[in-house]
């Protein structure tokens, strides 16, 4: 079962856009339109703010947006705000074995 | 508004047995296609999936862990156990629960329950 892989750390000014990036491979990212992203702040739980790819819960800013290219999904926060600044992680579906495989989170500082 | 909260000891020895017990509201594990399951996160490293509960009690576990997990449900108390043997120091995590409907990943956490294995 291996994680997906994110960068540790992101950054951007009020009202820039981020983008954040989850890479797995043919068996998880790549093989299924199941890839989730989460927003978690320091001792909160996990907020789920992307799931299937580019679908967001009701409730979440269209600010926050999902894209998938192959085996790397994509998270894209605009028109960043102070509150924006989480850990972020991805999730994909990873088939009857392993489940649902999950990235180390990512970091995001608004400057 | 669905809810979970991780409850159970903060630090363990190494051999010990880890009890960890998900307490729930807001949905029914009786109801089909609900599930709960545990993830847990080792400090600087990824989330790992670690074992699943559904309605019918059906159970799946992670394959690397599989030896050493137990997951049970009290549909009566809205609560999910997962116990875990022979815990060793790299076991020191963030242990979170979470709901799960058929066909979709994870949607709701709890906020996690940090425990640490140590003599």
């Known amino acids: 079962q291996s994680a997906l892989t994110q960068p540790p750390s992101a950054s951007g000014s009020p009202g820039q856009s981020v983008t954040i990036s989850c890479t797995g491979t043919?068996?998880?990212?790549?093989?299924?339109?199941?890839v989730s992203w989460y927003q978690r702040h320091p001792g909160k739980a996990p907020k789920l703010i992307i799931y299937?790819?580019?679908k967001r819960p009701s409730g979440v800013p269209d600010r926050f947006s999902g894209s998938k290219s192959g085996n790397t999904a994509s998270l894209t926060v605009s028109g960043l705000q102070a509150d924006d600044e989480a850990d972020y992680f991805c999730?994909?579906?990873?088939?009857?074995?392993?489940?649902?495989?999950f990235g180390g989170g990512t970091k995001l500082t608004v400057l | 508004q669905i809810t979970l909260k991780e409850s159970g000891p903060t630090l363990v020895k190494p051999t010990q047995t880890l009890t960890l017990t998900c307490t729930f509201s807001?949905?029914?594990?009786?109801?089909?296609?609900?599930?709960v399951g545990w993830i847990r996160q080792p400090p600087g490293k990824a989330l790992e999936w670690l074992a699943l509960i559904y309605w019918d009690d059906d159970k799946r576990y992670s394959p690397s862990l599989k030896t050493r997990l137990a997951i049970t449900k009290d549909t009566s108390k809205s609560q999910v156990v997962l116990t875990m043997t022979n815990m060793d120091p790299v076991d020191t995590a963030t242990y979170y629960c979470?709901?799960?409907?058929?066909?979709?990943?994870?949607?709701?956490w709890g906020q996690g329950a940090l425990v640490t294995v140590s003599s």
């Open positions: 979470a709901h799960r409907l058929l066909g979709h990943n994870f949607d709701y």
């Open positions: 299937e790819v580019t």
């Open positions: 043919n068996s998880d990212v790549g093989g299924y339109n199941s």
């Open positions: 999730s994909s579906d990873a088939g009857s074995k392993n489940l649902e495989v």
């Open positions: 807001g949905f029914s594990l009786s109801t089909s296609g609900v599930s």
